[in-house]
């Protein structure tokens, strides 16, 4: 049996399930769980019709390098996205089954097992990140993400040994759970990182079409790249997916696009594993890209639950608007462990205790006495929780 398979941990939501195993919720009120962040707005009908309408491309196998079409639509996308002057939809795009696989198998490709082997990550951060990096032989080394350093990865904690061993560094930005989002001159100082090191920089931006402005974007890593004159993408690749943009979580489709090399080696991965995208959803995929739509409006159905929500927090929790994403980071009165139990066991509502989120680090862990809450759910259900929690915090 793998040995590594011995070092990971329980994932968050089990964590949660053994934290709620004593309780009994409060009888009389209905679940509202802000405790996952899977999108609950409705899916696109026009893309469930085109998967509809080409049920019998079940009868093909799928490739894994997947349809050329819907590779030009992901290319067309990210011109129009990033003001890319151009991406090879062949040698620089890669269609996935959604980016968690993506990220965790991409580790394996690109990691040279060994005692010496660093993967870096945020902390807190989606537990995929140190899983892939256990798994692949390497040792995961998180960067807190703390008040101080406005949320986003602390770089100047890195030192030059640390840098020197590193071999991948995942960002996420925006973030899980804290919504902070790495400017232009940010990230390309991260790329000038790499480039000096020769690591390789893996961008989760699954969050980046969950905005306030629509004048304002979250920038992205392919975008730093063409503003320091690297069409290339030399060791950077960027991960995006339908399931947050396009409320497609069970679709399964997102893509990766980059460094060509490294996506021709990822290929090769990729096609023994036997990960393809199933063709009809391929060809639904390529409808969602092509429309902004149903993204823009999207994005404001999040801005009415954040403006909503916090007006209920106003006075009463210390919580401010993420600058992009869908979840609240707010700091808790009592311990994150404590405060989970007591929503839960006095009202039923369900968030997850920030130190499931993150690890210890530089001596600490920078989840504790927070929670993440995921405006995922209706409009009324995320006010009704926000009342409920302003209602447990009269009691605490």
Not at 306 to 320: D, I, Q, R
Request: hydrophobic content about 40%; charged content about 15%; proline content about 7%.
């Amino acid at each position: 049996m793998n040995p590594n398979l011995q070092r990971l941990e329980p994932y968050p939501f089990a964590k949660l399930q053994q934290l709620f195993s004593d309780l009994t919720p409060a009888v009389g009120k209905t679940p509202i769980a802000l405790s996952i962040g899977e999108p609950q707005h409705a899916s696109p009908t026009f893309v469930l019709q085109t998967i509809s309408d080409n049920l019998h491309r079940l009868a093909n196998y799928p490739t894994s390098i997947g349809l050329a079409e819907l590779r030009h639509a992901i290319a067309a996308w990210l011109q129009r996205r990033y003001a890319l002057p151009a991406i090879d939809p062949d040698s620089q795009i890669l269609p996935v089954n959604g980016t968690r696989e993506a990220l965790f198998a991409f580790a394996q490709t690109v990691i040279t097992p060994g005692s010496g082997a660093l993967v870096m990550s945020p902390n807190p951060f989606y537990q995929i990140y140190e899983g892939a990096a256990l798994l692949a032989g390497a040792h995961p080394h998180f960067i807190n993400c703390t008040a101080d350093s406005g949320f986003l990865p602390d770089f100047t904690s890195v030192t030059e040994q640390q840098w020197q061993r590193c071999q991948l560094l995942y960002l996420c930005s925006p973030g899980n759970p804290t919504g902070a989002v790495m400017s232009l001159h940010q990230l390309q100082d991260i790329i000038r990182l790499a480039s000096e090191y020769n690591f390789v920089i893996a961008s989760d931006e699954c969050y980046s079409e969950i905005y306030f402005d629509e004048n304002s974007p979250p920038p992205g890593l392919l975008e730093a790249c063409v503003a320091m004159g690297d069409s290339d993408f030399r060791n950077c690749v960027v991960f995006h997916s339908l399931s947050k943009r396009s409320n497609l979580p069970g679709l399964r489709s997102g893509f990766v696009a980059g460094d060509s090399q490294i996506l021709h080696n990822f290929l090769q991965y990729r096609t023994y594993h036997g990960c393809a995208m199933p063709i009809h959803h391929q060809l639904g995929s390529i409808a969602a890209w092509n429309d902004e739509a149903h993204v823009i409006a999207n994005r404001q159905q999040y801005r009415d639950k954040f403006a909503a929500v916090l007006a209920e927090f106003n006075g009463h929790l210390s919580v401010t608007a993420p600058d992009a994403g869908f979840y609240l980071w707010p700091q808790t009165p009592v311990s994150d462990i404590e405060f989970a139990r007591q929503l839960y066991a006095g009202e039923n509502v369900t968030v997850l205790p920030g130190r499931f989120l993150a690890r210890q680090s530089a001596g600490i862990n920078p989840g504790e006495n927070r929670v993440r809450m995921a405006l995922v759910a209706t409009i009324e259900h995320c006010v009704e929780a926000a009342q409920r929690i302003v209602h447990r915090l009269g009691k605490l």
